[in-house]
């Protein structure tokens, strides 16, 4: 049987889909730490900025022996890959070091993505008039400048809120990443 040229597509999904228990591992963490987060909201903040450190921890762990294993990357992919990894260990790292400012930052950072979002939403339904339905975007842009402003002015309070919304954020990636896990599996099932 002839092998595929470097650079054929089912060459390269074959090559990775060797890889797809790590993917899938990745999924079933991230969807657990999801569950966890819904399930207690308001015992887990502590255990919610470990848990985030812990997973981006795995994460660049996963970047950076993905970019030193992969043979279908090119040299500024790899090296793209384990800029990445070694950032996400980095900053994982110091989110399981400092909980407490881990917290804070994503409460803050979370009211800033929603300020920026929002105002572009409502910026972009009020100064282009062929948007379909620009009355809800403009609606969602102003709900979303609000509540950004809340979690700017009330961090505390809206840490539980945050809690809820990286719960669901964290279930919604894991079953993501699940579902790819078995896309790229399928091709060497069948094979």
Do not use: C
Request: no cysteine; aromatic share 8%.
């Amino acid at each position: 049987m002839a092998t595929g040229a470097r650079g054929d597509p089912a060459d390269t999904v074959a090559r990775v889909s060797g890889h797809w228990g790590w993917v899938l591992g990745f999924g079933i963490i991230t969807l657990a730490i999801g569950i966890v987060e819904l399930t207690w909201p308001g015992r887990t903040l502590i255990v919610l900025a470990v848990l985030f450190g812990v997973q981006l921890i795995v994460m660049g762990v996963f970047k950076f022996a993905r970019a030193i294993a992969s043979d279908d990357l090119t040299s500024s992919g790899r090296v793209m890959l384990a800029l990445i990894g070694v950032l996400s260990l980095i900053i994982g790292l110091y989110a399981v070091r400092h909980v407490l400012i881990t917290l804070i930052a994503l409460a803050l950072l979370l009211g800033i993505f929603w300020i920026v979002s929002g105002a572009m939403e409502l910026f972009m339904a009020l100064s282009l008039r062929e948007i379909r339905h620009r009355g809800w975007n403009a609606l969602i842009g102003l709900l979303a400048v609000l509540a950004g402003l809340i979690v700017l002015v009330y961090p505390g309070i809206s840490l539980l809120a945050l809690a809820v919304v990286l719960g669901v954020w964290l279930m919604f990636l894991g079953a993501m990443q699940i579902m790819i896990s078995f896309r790229i599996r399928s091709p060497s099932v069948h094979a």
